[in-house]
C-alpha cells in the first residue's frame, strides 16, 4: 500500500471555495425542507446497507435460507435487509463486516 503525504494550506482552500457553507441558503432552507433532505439521506443508507448485505450473501455463495441459517438470524431479517426495509445495526453489521473481509474465520466462528 502507497501512502501519500499532502498538505493543505487553509489559504488555498479559502480561494477555491473549498470547506465553505453559503451562510445565506442555510438559514433560509426551512423544516421542511430539512426533513425531505434527511429521508432522501436514510433511503440512499439503507439502499447501501440492502446492497453490501446481499452482496456478501452472494460472495459466500448461500441463498438467503443457507445464510439465514449460518448467521443464525431469521430468513425475513434477512430479506428486510436485502429489499433495504430494515438495515443491520451493532452486531449484525460487525458479523457482515468480519464475512466480507476475513469469510473463512467468520464462517467457522461460527459453526
Not at 433532505?37 to 452472494?58: C, E, P
Not at 445464510?67 to 438495515?87: H, P, Y
Not at 451493532?90 to 468480519?98: C, N, R
Amino acid at each position: 500500500m502507497k501512502i501519500v503525504r499532502m498538505k493543505i494550506e487553509p489559504t488555498d482552500m479559502a480561494r477555491q471555495g473549498m470547506g465553505q457553507i453559503d451562510v445565506a441558503k442555510v438559514d433560509n432552507t426551512s423544516d421542511a425542507e430539512i426533513a425531505v433532505q434527511s429521508a432522501q439521506d436514510d433511503a440512499l443508507a439503507m439502499q447501501d446497507a440492502a446492497k453490501f448485505a446481499r452482496r456478501v450473501r452472494r460472495r459466500l455463495g448461500f441463498s438467503q435460507a443457507e445464510f439465514a441459517t449460518r448467521i443464525d438470524v431469521s430468513l425475513e431479517t434477512i430479506r428486510n435487509w436485502e429489499q433495504g426495509k430494515r438495515s443491520p445495526t451493532g452486531a449484525a453489521k460487525a458479523l457482515l463486516k468480519v464475512l466480507d473481509k476475513a469469510p473463512e474465520a467468520a464462517l467457522a466462528a461460527l459453526h
